[in-house]
C-alpha cells in the first residue's frame, strides 16, 4: 500500500523558517518526481516547487523562488522543502504530490497535507 505523508507545518511569525518533510511508502521513491503544493480555501492548487527523480532538476515557482528550497533523499524515501522568510502570504496547506516529471499535471500520488500558517 502506498503511503505518502507530509510533516513539518506549524505556525510562525514574519520572516520564520519552517522544514516540510515529505516521507512515502510502498513504492520506490525516485520512480517519481516530487512537487510540493499549496491551497487555500481562496486560491486554487499552487505549485510551489518540484524536484526531478534523482534530484539533479529543481524548478520554484516566482512566489517561492528563493526563499524556498527542495532536496531529496532518495536513500531515505524523503523529499525536503526548506522554507525561509516566509511571509503571511504563504499560510496555506502545503502537500506533495508524486508525479512522472516536474512538467507534468497529473499526481500519482499525494498525502494529506500539513498547516503553515505565517503571521504579521
Known amino acids: 500500500q502506498v503511503q505518502v505523508m507530509e510533516s513539518g507545518g506549524g505556525s ?3 520572516g520564520g523558517s519552517l522544514t516540510l518533510s ?4 510502498g513504492l520506490s521513491d525516485d ?7 499549496r491551497q487555500t480555501p481562496q486560491k486554487e492548487r499552487e505549485g510551489v516547487a518540484c524536484v526531478s527523480r534523482k534530484g ?5 515557482a516566482d512566489s517561492s523562488k528563493g526563499r524556498f ?5 532518495n ?14 502570504e504563504d ?12 512538467g507534468h499535471n497529473s499526481l500519482h500520488y499525494r ?7 505565517v503571521s504579521s
Request: net charge positive.
Open 69 to 73: 528550497t527542495i532536496s531529496r533523499d
Open 22 to 25: 515529505c516521507s512515502t511508502s
Open 31 to 37: 520512480d517519481y518526481a516530487v512537487g510540493w503544493f
Open 91 to 102: 499560510t496555506a496547506i502545503y502537500y506533495c504530490g508524486l508525479k512522472r516529471a516536474c
Open 75 to 88: 536513500a531515505n524515501n524523503t523529499v525536503y522543502l526548506q522554507m525561509n522568510d516566509l511571509k503571511p
Open 111 to 117: 498525502g494529506q497535507g500539513t498547516q503553515v500558517s
Open 12 to 14: 510562525v511569525q514574519t
Open 56 to 60: 539533479g532538476f529543481t524548478t520554484y
